[in-house]
């Protein structure tokens, strides 16, 4: 099998293949998911519900696992229990297209979070996780009452919504944008990642550098793919607010990577309704 493990950050390490995961290959990245029993800081109100229960259930209903991971602590007592996330797809044999839709599972046994499903992509050509729509459109279930079958009806509303980010992204694709409205793409990403106050360490151009042939069009969905890629992936060199040398980082943890994710989304997709 060829598969890929990736460091989001030292916060977190992923491990996405090109084919279904098994429970052993998920073990050896995100043991949390596998979970039999939830952190003892839990009172007897939580009802725990071992995610693998929940992806055993969506896998009858066909959704497989094709990337997973969990957020690195340092009490290695969390380490069973703390937030993962799970990327799935319906379809494990449609790989025609140049992306594919993506159902996104994120929980955790410590309480850090309800079950959380949203909307994603994967794009072949870098193997990047796209997070799609906005906050609005995510599904979150507590741990109470009927959580599988809860799990199970929000990951089909999921797949319900990629009619829409489908016709997002054919928008995307059919705007083109001039060499200026590219750049003010980038500035607008670069704030997004960086605090306000102190300048970003790499410039707009960096971030719009293609890594690949696949890359150079000037469309909004390809614009947006190569900011995210360079953003998401960090590894440029730049400037600290000092004048020194530095790389910059992927984005860490699963919190900050879905709201990165997101929100070059959101970004795309607005300029995509003012270009209309």
């Keep these: 099998m060829n598969k890929l493990a990736t460091r989001f950050s030292g916060n977190a390490v992923a491990l996405r ?33 071992p995610t693998v229960d929940v992806l055993n259930a969506l896998r009858k209903e066909g959704f497989q696992p094709f990337m997973v991971c969990q957020t690195r602590v340092r009490n290695e007592d969390m380490r069973d229990f703390t937030k993962h996330m799970i990327r799935m797809r319906q379809h494990a044999d449609q790989i025609t ?31 990047n996780g796209i997070v799609c729509g906005n906050v609005t459109n995510d599904i979150r279930i507590p741990h109470t009452g009927d959580v599988i079958g809860e799990v199970i009806e929000g990951a089909f509303k999921v797949v319900k919504s990629f009619d829409e980010t489908a016709e997002q992204r054919e928008g995307m694709v059919a705007t083109v944008l001039d060499e200026g409205e590219q750049v003010a793409f980038a500035r607008a990403a670069l704030a997004l990642r960086y605090d306000e106050g102190a300048p970003a360490p790499v410039t707009e151009r960096q971030i719009l550098a293609p890594r690949r042939v696949e890359d150079q069009g000037s469309d909004i969905f390809t614009t947006f793919n190569r900011v995210q890629e360079n953003l998401m992936r960090g590894g440029l060199s730049g400037r600290n607010a000092k004048g020194k040398a530095t790389t910059t980082r992927a984005v860490a943890g699963i919190d900050q990577n879905i709201r990165m994710n997101r929100a070059l989304w959101v970004l795309a997709d607005e300029l995509r309704r003012l270009r209309a």
């Design 97 to 127: 297209a140049s992306e594919a839709n993506e159902v996104i599972l994120v929980n955790s046994h410590a309480g850090q979070c309800s079950f959380q499903l949203l909307a994603g992509m994967i794009r072949w050509a870098c193997q």
């Design 17 to 49: 293949s090109d084919r279904p995961l098994t429970n052993d290959q998920i073990a050896e990245v995100a043991p949390s998911i596998l979970a039999h029993s939830a952190h003892e800081s839990r009172s007897a109100r939580y009802s725990y519900i």
